[in-house]
């Protein structure tokens, strides 16, 4: 099945800084990939839509000077949250559909602690 | 907008026991698909139903989307603590994007 990998798995950083999380499709091309973001004992809520080549969609209420999404190429999508604040922590999970499919392959999963 | 419920929240069972989940739609679907996130992991994707009334079953899980193509279920017949973690249904939204349901947590007891 396809894969999609996510760096870095866990990650834990000062407030004020700026984390990048970066999402690849391995074994095929997406075009679009989401950006989700999970809190404990939550649902997936969606962020963006990452799209290759042009700029992102970002959900009503998402910060688009916050959370900086670029899909450089067909295999790669980043996420930055810039100037993280500690209610930035949460689960950040991105995935992808294959081409012409709509079931989506996600991510493992970044954890983000700011403190 | 368009916005996707399950119930329960949560579900506690006894080992051998079966265990159902419902989801939702506010808007007829084209599909419905299914995740399960275990514990610390990701979502994983099990199934998807497209047709109107279509029954799909997965070993001891059973998938059904309603006649209307608004609703649907799991049924875990006998749970095993394998079977243990958030299940989510989700929608095609605008844009390919997936609406998410709140999740069905299921806790087995052995």
């Known amino acids: 099945g396809a894969v999609v990998s996510q760096h870095p798995s866990r990650v834990i950083c000062k407030s004020g800084t700026s984390v990048k999380i970066e999402c690849r499709s391995l074994?095929?091309?997406?075009?679009?990939m989401f950006w989700y973001r999970q809190f404990p004992k939550q649902s997936l809520m969606l962020m963006a839509t990452s799209n290759e080549g042009s700029k992102a969609t970002y959900e009503q209420g998402v910060e688009k000077d916050k959370f900086l999404i670029n899909h450089a190429s067909l295999t790669l999508s980043t996420l930055t949250v810039t100037s993280a604040h500690p209610e930035d922590s949460s689960f950040y999970i991105c995935s992808a559909p294959l081409q012409g499919r709509e079931t989506q392959y996600f991510g493992p999963g970044t954890r983000l602690l700011v403190l | 907008g368009q916005q996707v419920m399950q119930i329960p929240q949560y579900q506690h069972v006894q080992e051998g026991e079966d265990f159902t989940t419902y989801c939702n739609s506010s808007?007829?679907?084209?599909?419905i698909q299914w995740y399960k996130q275990r514990p610390g992991g990701h979502p994983v994707f099990l199934i998807q139903?497209?047709?109107?009334?279509e029954v799909k079953k997965q070993k001891r899980l059973t998938f059904q989307f309603g006649e209307a193509k608004k609703n649907s279920s799991l049924h875990i017949t006998a749970t095993q603590t394998t079977d243990v973690g958030t299940y989510f249904c989700a929608g095609p939204g605008n844009t390919g994007k997936l609406i998410f349901g709140q999740g069905t947590t299921l806790q087995v007891k052995p």
């Open positions: 139903l497209v047709k109107s009334g």
């Open positions: 808007t007829t679907l084209s599909n």
């Open positions: 074994d095929f091309q997406a075009t679009t």
